[in-house]
């Protein structure tokens, strides 16, 4: 449980778990990920996977722990399989995109490595906790936000192997004051390693969003990010290619940085959904470093008109989803 004193900083998290410096010393024996221990010992699948997820190779199934999150209605998982592909970025974007059509909305920052969204969302300061010791999210832009980045030192780095990640993950969904919310977006860190298999196996993903560049080298890798949610049974909603063309300000000539299209032709050869086309915009890093998401501003129409569609689409299907 992250009390007053856990919340002091990163060393209290390194000392409360049992051998966490990821020296690879210690006695865990658990080396899937998986974290069920016992018949699964050595397993390397990292599927976490039980009877009824994919190739059972254990008796205890550890999705069988998964619980919703009381009263948040849908949970949005965007990830990649490369880094700086934009999750971050998208993340916070679609997060904004949500709210400003109404719905009440969370942003887990669950990149313990890299936190993003103090920086994007610029606002970091420590969170309270309730009387009964869960943490208050800070509110930005009227959404709800969790990040380590709000309790540990923007320099420090958090050294941990995976028993430690997962309790921590488990902690930001379990024992945060999300409240009544529609959607809690949840920014990955990229790749399919111990956070996105505990964030799948502790509560039910609605909607798994990838994110890629146009180049074969981000495909590839997202393509694992799309078999990983498929091996877990999470539905994916689709993939979106990001950077994926430049239109120059000054002479309107489109330059295709990153080759064009990859996205859409695997969404199309793997039978998944295109989400769309973002391009390459200055202002969306600028106004990202400044804490200003470009879905906070009356600018680039073509990128926001992305963002609007797929915020659309997603409560259109949430509600169908509560209707069925
Ligand atoms: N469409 C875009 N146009 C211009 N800059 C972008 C665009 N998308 C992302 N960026 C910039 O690219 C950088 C990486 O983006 P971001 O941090 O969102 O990637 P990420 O996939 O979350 O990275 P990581 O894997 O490290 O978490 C940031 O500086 C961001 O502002
Ligand atoms: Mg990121």
Known sequence: MIDGNEMDGNKDY???GADS???GGGEEEDSCGCGS???????SCG?????GHGHGHGSKNPFDEQTPI???KSIIAVASGKGGVGKSTFSVNLAITLANQGKKVGLLDADLYGPSVPTMMGINKRPDLTSNNKIVPLEKFGIKLMSLGFLIPEDAPAIWRGPVVMQVITQ???DVEWGEIDFLVVDLPPG?????LTLVQTVPINFAIVVSTPQDISLIDAKKALAMFDKVNVPVFGIVENMSYFICPHCDKRSDIFKHGGAKTAAEKLGVNF???IPIVEDICELSDKGEPIMTKDIHPEVKSVFNKISDSLILRSEQKVGA
């Open 37 to 43: 221990g016992g018949e699964d010992e050595g397993s």
């Open 192 to 196: 399919t390693g111990d956070i996105q």
């Open 21 to 23: 410096c990821g020296c």
């Open 14 to 16: 390194y000392e409360e």
């Open 172 to 174: 930001f969904l379990k």
């Open 70 to 72: 009381s009263g948040v």
């Open 275 to 277: 989400l769309g086309e």
């Open 47 to 51: 599927c976490g996977g039980g009877e």
